[in-house]
């Protein structure tokens, strides 16, 4: 099956600074890709849609600003965690759907976000 | 978007054929229902997904009745490594819509040994 990654898979900062998240679809390409965000005991939050080489499309309170994200080829989109907090600690997972079936994702291994 | 309502939690123990169902009343004629698997600090793993009737692949089957506002995800014996959370979700690409990818609570399936 298609198999999407996620570097890093876990990174600790200050807080302040920015963390870049990338996603790749390894064997496939990807025009869509979407960004979640899980908390701990928490289900996924869908936090943006990543299009290939035009806007991304952010859920309702999810700060466009803070979370950036640019999708500049059909196997790579990043997220950017600007001037990142404590409370932006979190599980941060990728996915990309499959080329046939209607709603099949291909989640990546997730990014352990841990600000200090 | 259908909304989905599942279990919390489930506990069973090893060789156990464990159902777990998912209501979703409002879905729309083109939605598809699919399930997802997630360990611990791991992305969601796809399962099964189906339409209608029953589908069935190496790992589980899915029941899905005549009016399509629920459905049951069927693992056969099930191990200790069954132990993860399950999601159902509804919904379907060819809508044009990212909203598909909702994800409701989950069920945490606990296997005792």
């Known amino acids: 099956g298609a198999v999407v990654s996620q570097h890093p898979s876990w990174v600790i900062c200050k807080s302040g600074t920015s963390v870049k998240i990338e996603c790749r679809s390894l064997d496939f390409q990807a025009t869509t890709m979407f960004w979640y965000r899980q908390f701990p005991k928490q289900s996924l939050m869908l936090m943006a849609t990543s299009n290939e080489g035009s806007k991304a499309t952010y859920e309702q309170g999810v700060e466009k600003d803070k979370f950036l994200i640019n999708h500049a080829s059909l196997t790579l989109s990043t997220l950017t965690v600007t001037s990142a907090h404590p409370e932006d600690s979190s599980f941060y997972i990728c996915s990309a759907p499959g080329q046939g079936s209607a709603n099949e994702q291909f989640f990546g291994p997730g990014t352990r976000l841990t600000v200090l | 978007l259908a909304k989905t309502t599942q279990p919390i939690s489930m506990d069973s123990y090893e060789g156990q054929e464990v159902n777990i169902t998912c209501s979703h009343n409002?879905?729309?004629?083109?939605?598809?229902i699919t399930w997802y698997q997630q360990f611990p600090s791991q992305g969601p793993r796809f399962i099964i997904q189906g339409y209608k009737t029953k589908v069935t692949n190496e790992v589980a089957s899915l029941f899905i009745p005549a009016d399509r506002k629920s459905s049951t995800l069927s693992l056969p014996r099930v191990s200790l490594s069954d132990t993860a959370v399950y999601y159902c979700l509804v919904g379907g690409l060819s809508s044009g819509s990212a909203r598909q990818l909702t994800f409701g609570s989950g069920t945490q399936l606990t296997v005792l040994p």
């Open positions: 409002n879905i729309a004629t083109n939605d598809y």
